[in-house]
């Protein structure tokens, strides 16, 4: 991780001569609201800024708090900040919602994953079967970025800047136990909450690496 004056002066630089479309799951507190504030700031409102959570008055509260957006309309993309509301503990949402953002969007720039269920409890599965924390933590992202991988290839193919962060526990976790991918034989919650951290290493290595897209995998610490 670089250090805090090279980030700063990284973000001071970044002045794109197009709209970037950025999304950010878990958008209406903690580090998703923070990214969210630093993006609308940096760019000065010249983005379109979809906002992802659960908490439609909490999203609407961070809106209102960002820069006005800019009037300047660069290849057909208008400068806005949008919620779009989604539970990320079921995968029919997730999908529905990449269905709904592939109709209607030109390109993903920026798919930054900050939802996450926290919890050191025992499993709960949801209908579909899966411990609720592991699918926010781990299939939900999954689930997203294979689906709209095609609007952040668009972005590549353009010119423009295409990645995609994982806020997490970044190489910080344990070896996967591959006779336990779903953790239905030994459920722990520290347990859990290393596995699916190494998930998500693996995961945006596998799926972004041959595509030539740009990762970051942030721990948390």
Known sequence: MPPLAVARQSNATF????????LITGATSGVGEAMTQVFAHILGGRAHIILVGRNRAAAEKTIASLPSTSRSDLGGIKCTYEFVQCDFTLMKNIHAMADDLLRRLPKINFLIHCAAVAGLDGREDTVEGIDKKMASRYYSRFALTYDLLPLIRKAKDLGEAAS???????????????DDLGLKKNYGGMRMMGQTGSYNDVMLEVLLLSSNIRYSLTPLV
């Open 164 to 178: 995609v962060m994982s806020v997490f526990t970044a190489g910080m976790s344990p070896e996967i136990d591959l």
């Open 15 to 22: 002045t794109p001569s197009y709209v970037p479309i950025i």
